[in-house]
């Protein structure tokens, strides 16, 4: 098993086997990064006898972290580690260095974390606040989900976290939290106690739910699911769908237009790319879907065949408020160029990121200013 | 072989090996195309009895042109054919339709061609004109590479087309182009005649150099290559290079940084992504491309990192105009979020097809305009 870049959701499907199979293995999670580094905090790896799967760097750390890994098995308890990956480029002109500084909690993987897997693969969020130095054994756990924490960690360590811990939760984000408590004197016999504790947010995978049954929805569903969403496609009118044509899709779905609003749980995760190429179909769908919270209704075609739709729309009585008018896309895709159905994809599910990460897809080197500014040294 | 969606260097991999194979096979090339569709004239298929790969539509037409296929097959020449697609939704309300009206060239695939997929092999730039009506038999053919036409079109109609085949050359477009000429009378009996052209200018893909050899590599050689680039991998320092970690590239090249201006032929249709994360092979790197007409040098890192490189090439008195500074794009990607192996993948790959395609990534939807603007029939 050496699957370096895998989607999380998969990586959560190794350690689903791992715990079913009773096979060691070890879990690496970023816990702490100062400067910059190729993966944030959170990042998970595993590692087992046969193999890894998933990572925390571009590469220069792997090995190490795989020694690391083979130690923790053998001694049976957790350990955090840092390496500093900022080189001394000056001294030696050797330039060596992922930049930033890594701090990493590698732990063996036990029942404990069963909870997470379930949570996530019922597709509930769920929290893990974990010990990772201070004055409780390293790995100590709790999880926090639906308002409420269970696990080993102290209930004063528990309402510490608390508020930081539901707003991680929220954003599918992570932190590293120094909680401490002071003595109560000879009350309870309370001490001073500190820890550091790692709270990572885990929400299931936003999904896309692609509206059509052509040739050109399986490049969609191939690119959209290698970027971690979880796709399912809706088939209008009994449309070919096959194996071979959804490669990846999570679920494919048959149905009519006017049985959207049924077929599932519409919520603000999901985003809807509606390519039908049926004129009737895509009104419909859009039509049931901006009643749902989805926030996103990506239409394939011109602008002007949205034009007519409202027209058609309007013929009925049936016109649209701003609001949701700013939730529909078209036409849709990022402005890439290309006209291949793989190019064409790439600028739809480019979009799908965009949007789910709240993102201007600009070019990064001019959201960083111009590059253009004097540095020291240089001669004007 | 049912192969739908593949890139256009496949697809003449499939002509080529039709041709050697002596396997009867149709050539499918769209002509011309009124109002919108899925693909834009010299996109082309390929369908024999066993198969087909390749596109003309979403998948509407599909169907019908393998139809055709037989029938073209059977009679030994070529046709043109038209569908118009636009349906009229307000009558029964059915609302079918994939938009627009495409003309396709339907043609056996015959020895002619070799010059065609030979001159793309061997990445030489060469233009198909092709006559689709008029007073010449339907299939007659030229080639114009390197100034020259060659075939069995007659030269008044290479003269007439001259200079538009050599501008869509350059371009990589295509057209249909209508040229006629007059009587000249008694002096050589010349006659009137008129003939539509199309002329197919097919150009090798665009390039990316990909300088890097951590497992970061594997997943940009992958989505570069599915949407057509043509992929060099350069790894410095016998970085480990295996077959595993990089599926799909073209080319993988060991070399030492001060080699790179010697590797190849550097052109303006080539695109570098630096990410060897070795802060002096980057540099070198830089300093090199920065030499040759290589228009794009995309490098990972956050912009302070850059900044520092200009600290340190200013301490050897290597400054940058403004013209070097605006073809290094850093740090490297398109503005998507995202922290996975993957999704950094895809932000890079994006900011490619943008820069190759001359694109500003933008959501379509914004570079269509507002889309709050009434329309006939709602209510103010």
Redesign the interface.
């Known amino acids: 098993m ?1 699957e ?2 895998l ?2 959701t998969e990586l959560f499907d190794r350690i689903r086997s791992s715990l079913d199979e009773d096979v060691d293995a070890v879990l690496v999670t970023v816990i702490d990064v100062e400067g ?1 580094a ?3 905090p959170g ?1 998970k790896m595993l590692i087992r006898p046969d193999g890894g799967a998933g ?1 925390i760097t ?3 750390l ?1 090995d190490e972290v795989k020694d690391l890994a083979t130690d923790v098995l053998d001694a049976g308890t957790a350990r955090v580690e840092t390496w500093d990956l900022t ?1 001394d ?1 000056d001294v030696w ?7 930033g500084v890594i701090t990493v909690l590698l732990e063996p993987l036990t029942d404990d974390y069963t909870p997470v897997v379930d949570a996530r693969n019922r597709g509930d969020p769920v929290a893990v606040a974990t010990v990772v130095d201070g004055d409780l054994p390293i790995a100590t756990r709790g999880y926090y989900a639906a308002g409420e924490f269970d696990g080993d960690l102290p209930i004063w360590v528990c309402e510490e976290i608390r508020q930081a811990t539901e707003r991680l939760l929220a954003d599918g984000g992570s932190d590293l939290l120094t909680v401490s408590r002071g003595s109560d004197g000879d009350a309870t016999g309370t001490e001073e106690a500190s820890v550091d504790v790692f709270v990572n947010g885990i929400r299931p995978p936003p999904e896309v739910v692609v509206f059509g ?4 929805v ?2 969609v569903v191939e ?1 959209a699911t ?3 969403f979880r796709v399912t496609v809706v088939a209008f009118r009994g449309g070919h769908i096959d194996d ?1 044509r959804l490669a990846g899709a999570d679920e494919v779905i048959s149905a009519s237009p006017h049985e959207v609003a049924d077929l599932r749980e519409w919520d603000g995760d999901t985003y809807a790319v509606v ?1 039908t ?7 419909i769908t859009i039509d049931v879907l901006l009643e749902t919270p989805v926030p996103y209704l990506g239409l394939m ?8 739709m ?3 729309f ?2 009925e009585g049936r ?2 408020t ?1 609001a949701e ?2 939730r ?17 994809a ?2 739809i ?3 799908l ?2 949007v ?10 001019d ?3 111009p ?2 500014d004097r ?5 004007s």
């Open positions: 050496n370096w870049s989607p999380e910059s190729y993966r944030r990042a990572s571009a590469g220069c792997e080189g480029d002109g050797m330039g060596v260095g992922c930049n049954s052509g040739h050109d399986r490049p690119l290698l970027v971690d071979d390519m190429h049926n004129f009737v179909d895509d009104r075609g011109p602008r002007k065949r949205f034009a007519e409202r027209e058609a309007a013929a016109t649209f701003d008018l700013e529909i896309y078209t036409p849709i895709g990022v402005n890439l160029g290309g006209d291949s159905p793989y190019q064409i790439y600028s599910v480019a979009e990121l965009a789910a990460n709240d993102r201007d897809p600009c070019h990064l080197t959201r960083a200013g590059i253009h540095v020291e040294g240089e001669s």
